[in-house]
């Protein structure tokens, strides 16, 4: 029988600071019933100065690893856009801080879909044998990127990370990775973007508030597209899978905003209480999104043992994809 990645780990890990819609409302021109009714966030958690998305990745990936038994990985995959420094890339600390010594680890970056693009990876390198168990963690600190008083991106996003283990398993056992598809549109760069820092426009020291160093987004144009894209490649995977609308017991996506979730889940023919969503306690956290929000479905009890799942996400660059799997008897270890 051929062989496949079996999902047997699951870890979550926030920050501790909680920053409200108030705590927002005393710092810029808006308020908790603006943010509240445009993207159904309430409060957000954001790392305190000298946290990392390194050190969140460290907190999140020894979880998934205590909840898959302690076994070390052979492989190491961290997605994240805001890595630690530029260069070198943070998946290879954080390696060594959990102890997994000479193991090949890397960052990747698909932004929102960084999950995805990681689980799509792992299950790769698991079915043609060139590992046998992957740490796989989604994580990212966006506060650190978004400018201070901008309203349009900072009430949205939050910091946290997510953890997954793959071991590599048998097609017809719980926790087994069904289809899955990606996709990207290099056309869209300029929807979801940090303009400055890069090789193309680097960092100027003579001029510290530098035009494009921040986090920008184009709301309405990212709102249109992502409710196709992730609607469209979610549809493939269900197809793919041999499921029908109502065999889906659980939808997990990328917890981006409230209506995109409504809107994604009414094409997919899915009643929003089918729907993971927890974005209202920690806002969007990016590639930490998907894993998060599974990890808070086990401990709500939306999210069982053999439910037939499917993911979705939608990110910079721009990117998307989808996954289905069969939920495992996994026990989480959250934050």
Not at 66 to 92: F, N, Q, R, Y
Not at 132 to 157: H, K, N, Q
Request: overall charge negative; some cysteine; glycine content about 10%.
């Amino acid at each position: 029988m051929q062989k496949c990645a079996v999902l047997c780990g699951l870890g979550a890990y926030l920050p501790e600071k909680v920053v409200t819609n108030d705590d927002l409302a005393k710092i810029m021109d808006t308020t908790d019933e603006w943010i509240s009714s445009r993207t159904g966030i309430r409060e957000r958690r954001v790392v305190e100065p000298g946290i990392s998305t390194g050190d969140l990745a460290v907190q999140a990936g020894a979880r998934a690893l205590k909840s898959a038994g302690g076994e070390p990985v052979d492989l190491v995959i961290l997605a994240t856009s805001t890595p630690d420094h530029p260069c070198p890339a943070t998946a290879p600390s954080v390696a060594h801080r959990l102890g997994l010594l000479d193991t090949p680890a890397w960052d990747l970056s698909a932004v929102c879909s960084g999950f995805l693009y990681g689980l799509t990876a792992a299950s790769s390198f698991i079915a043609a044998g060139n590992a046998r168990r992957v740490l796989l963690i989604g994580a990212d600190a966006f506060s650190t990127i978004l400018a201070p008083a901008d309203r349009g991106t900072r009430p949205i996003f939050g910091d946290g990370a997510g953890a997954v283990v793959l071991r590599r398993g048998d097609p017809d056992e719980p926790g087994a990775l069904g289809p899955s598809a990606l996709g990207s549109d290099g056309s869209l760069r300029e929807l979801i973007t940090v303009q400055a820092g890069g090789s193309k426009e680097p960092l100027d020291p003579a001029h510290p508030e530098q035009e494009g160093r921040y986090f920008t987004m184009q709301g309405r144009s990212v709102f249109r597209h992502a409710v196709g894209r992730m609607t469209a490649v979610a549809a493939e995977v269900r197809e793919r899978a041999g499921w029908r609308p109502e065999d889906v017991d659980c939808l997990v996506a990328h917890q981006a905003n409230r209506r995109i979730l409504q809107a994604v889940a009414e094409r997919l023919a899915l009643p929003m209480e089918r729907c993971a969503l927890h974005l209202d306690r920690v806002g969007n956290t990016a590639a930490a999104s998907i894993p998060l929000a599974m990890a808070d479905a086990v401990a709500g009890g939306q999210l069982k043992p053999g439910h037939r799942v499917l993911l979705t996400a939608y990110g910079g660059g721009a990117t998307w994809g989808a996954a289905a799997l069969t939920w495992p008897s996994v026990t989480p270890q959250p934050d």
